[in-house]
């Protein structure tokens, strides 16, 4: 089924727009009005790099950085680049309405990272209550934009954020999203070592979640083909569920991926707008609403649209291997969501 939405999308036409957007200067100043992109906790370290990649987007005229520590000096500094965008920086609780209010998507990467040795689960108490209020504010204050979050544990927040926003009064599941895609980055980047091709020529769709086992790499639908027997497979697949506790251990206690997740939201977020404008995008996976397995969220390749999510292309095509990790993957995603529905309960 991916091989075909593959030959549907004009995946090469796609990558092209990501690596050219990424390369352009030549705005014009008469441009008219694109998108207003907020990212919360813009100044963190996946914050300050994810708004250096979206002040060079041309899709992106308005950046709000906002942040509970002082947005202005990097602000002012990313508002010298000779891009259209504007840069917009606020400061604290008051100001995270002014923050949200006519934002057309609005990336959560506000909170704890991990520090070696912590699980992401370990993060629930401290970000839990952060990404509440905010999806709170974003129901409130703009209940079109579509809400990325990329705040850990991520299986669980997203749980957290849809029920803030369904006592909030507005809660629309096309427009929630958990970030996972630097699980699939990381997972074009391996294949693509291993397989000696260019990461951009891979494509594989990484199910489930994004914490250990619930990451499933579905190797038997990748493109091209994957060249390594069994063996060869579980060790890439160990290392993209483990992927973030490698750069968290290298930090040795100095947080953990930011640079790599900033670029994977940066992509993520193209493809957002690029569905807000009714242009074509390869399919990203994202963690969803979804009824594709028993788990109430749950992260397949999703294609984008004005509204949101237009697409849901659900689970793969698997092998007999590949659907065990799936079912181990649902049973742990269905108590993180039960988790998060709990928490907003108190
Ligand atoms: N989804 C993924 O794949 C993925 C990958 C890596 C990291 N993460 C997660 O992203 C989050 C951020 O990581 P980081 O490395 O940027 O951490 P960081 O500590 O460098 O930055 C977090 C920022 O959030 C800000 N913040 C805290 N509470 C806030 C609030 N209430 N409102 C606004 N801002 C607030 C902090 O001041 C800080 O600037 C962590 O939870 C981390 O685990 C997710």
Same mark, same amino acid.
């Given at each position: 089924m991916f091989k075909n939405q593959l030959k549907l999308t004009n995946f090469s036409k796609t990558r092209l727009c990501w690596q050219l957007y990424q390369a352009s200067t030549s705005q014009r100043l008469t441009?008219?009005?694109?998108?207003?992109?907020?990212?919360?906790g813009a100044a963190g370290g996946i914050g300050q790099?994810?708004?250096?990649?979206?002040?060079?987007?041309?899709?992106?005229?308005?950046?709000?950085?906002?942040?509970?520590?002082?947005?202005?000096?990097?602000?002012?500094?990313?508002?010298?680049?000779?891009?259209v965008c504007k840069v917009k920086p606020?400061?604290?609780?008051?100001?995270?309405?002014?923050?949200?209010?006519?934002?057309h998507i609005v990336m959560i990467t506000a909170g704890m990272p991990r520090k070696p040795g912590q699980t992401r689960d370990f993060l629930f108490d401290?970000?839990?209550?952060?990404?509440?209020?905010?999806?709170?504010? $974003? &129901?409130?204050? +703009?209940? *079109?934009?579509?809400?990325?979050?990329?705040? @850990?544990?991520?299986?669980?927040?997203?749980? $957290? &954020?849809?029920? +803030?926003? *369904?006592?909030?009064?507005?809660?629309?599941? @096309?427009?929630?999203?958990g970030v996972t895609t630097l699980d699939v980055v990381r997972a074009e980047k391996f294949i693509g070592e291993h397989m000696n091709i260019h990461p951009y020529d891979v494509r594989i769709p990484v199910v489930g979640g994004h914490a250990g086992t619930t990451i499933v790499p579905i190797f038997s639908q990748c493109q091209p083909p994957f060249e390594g027997d069994e063996k060869c497979i579980a060790a890439i697949v160990k290392r993209i569920q483990?992927?973030?506790?490698?750069?968290?251990?290298?930090?040795?206690?100095?947080?953990?991926?930011?640079l790599s997740m900033a670029y994977a939201a940066a992509r993520f977020t193209n493809a957002l707008m690029r569905g807000l404008k009714g242009k074509a995008c390869a399919p990203e996976c994202a963690y969803v609403q979804s009824d594709a397995t028993d788990a109430p969220f749950f992260s397949t390749?999703?294609?984008?649209?004005?509204?949101?999510?237009?697409?849901?292309?659900?689970?793969?095509?698997?092998?007999e291997s590949e659907k065990k990790q799936v079912k181990v993957a649902v049973d742990a995603l269905k108590k993180s969501a039960a988790k998060g529905v709990e928490f907003m309960k108190k």
């Open positions: 441009q008219t009005r694109q998108f207003r992109v907020a990212v919360v790099p994810l708004a250096l990649l979206l002040m060079t987007n041309k899709l992106v005229t308005e950046l709000a950085l906002h942040d509970t520590e002082t947005t202005q000096g990097f602000g002012k500094d990313l508002s010298h680049i000779s891009t606020y400061f604290g609780e008051t100001e995270l309405k002014k923050a949200i209010d006519g934002s401290t970000n839990a209550p952060i990404v509440a209020r905010v999806a709170c504010l $974003v &129901a409130k204050r +703009a209940p *079109k934009a579509l809400v990325g979050i990329i705040t @850990n544990p991520v299986n669980a927040v997203v749980a $957290v &954020a849809a029920e +803030a926003m *369904k006592k909030a009064g507005c809660y629309d599941p @096309n427009r929630l999203f483990t992927g973030g506790d490698e750069v968290v251990k290298a930090k040795a206690g100095k947080g953990s991926a930011t390749p999703l294609s984008f649209g004005k509204d949101g999510i237009k697409k849901n292309h659900g689970l793969p095509e698997m092998n």
